[in-house]
């Protein structure tokens, strides 16, 4: 098995392709194509959630990363032992499904378009959100600290612990502890609601503005290193990222940030799509 080639960067939901092979992922079947429109969670950094959909008319029950060495056999998820892109090993897309298919066979690949759509708003959303608190709280740096992509100190690079995309929206949890602290955060006497309260007004500003974005795609492999850019009115951002957008801020309509503080925990719910008041 060679690594998956993808079109789910480009937006495809549909099409058709040969099985190359055949994973075991516990009792289900893991489905190998030569190319594949389906996105599968990263299991390094499972922030989009994989793809629904079908293959070969059987329903996909989950979609994951696989890897095979040139000497081992195909491992999925977090039996990985390696990084996504590790020279010596192919990186697969696994359709896991109830029931098997032949290898050798030809099959349509079908991608449930409105779970795409709704989980592409919320990475989309994710990005910006994540801007939108770092402006929100660049005064609370002591220090110089690493910059954002718009220049801004860094908040959510120095703090994250995870990240989730959800249809329209996305959670992200960032720990506001000792090693923050170092770094030059201060996170004493913080009017949380404030903050949030700003950083809703930034990325509705931004929805409003209704700035392109697009993936840079330096090729079809699940491997290659794609970029997010979003023109927006205070600069061009632009980040890694292997998922899926929307192709402007104006598709994500009524924004809205939350944050809540638990301890030295610090979590940030964004949401998009919400209904106009």
Known sequence: MKTTLVTFPGGRTRGRSQIVGAVPVGDRHGLVVAETPFHPLNHAWPDQPADRGTIGGLPVLDCVTGAQSSTGEALVGGAIPVRRGTEGWEWLVVH??????????????????????????GHTVCHLAALALNSALADRWRKETAPDPLGRPDFDHAAIVSSRIVPHGSVDVYRLGKSLRKKGFS??????????????????????AEAPVRL??????????????????????????GGTHVTSTAELGRVEIALSLEEATLTMRAT??????
């Open 272 to 277: 998009c799509g919400l209904p106009l008041d």
């Open 216 to 241: 840079d795609i330096p090729g079809p492999e699940l491997t290659d290193r794609r970029t997010w850019h979003c023109s927006l009115p205070d600069g061009e951002a632009s980040m890694a990222c």
């Open 187 to 208: 996170a004493e006497g913080v009017d949380f609601e404030k903050v949030a309260q700003q950083a809703t007004e930034q990325l509705a500003a931004w929805v409003a």
């Open 96 to 121: 896991v499904t109830e029931e098997p298919l032949p290898v050798g066979a030809e099959v349509e690949l079908e991608v449930d378009a409105d779970f795409r759509a709704a989980v592409s708003a």
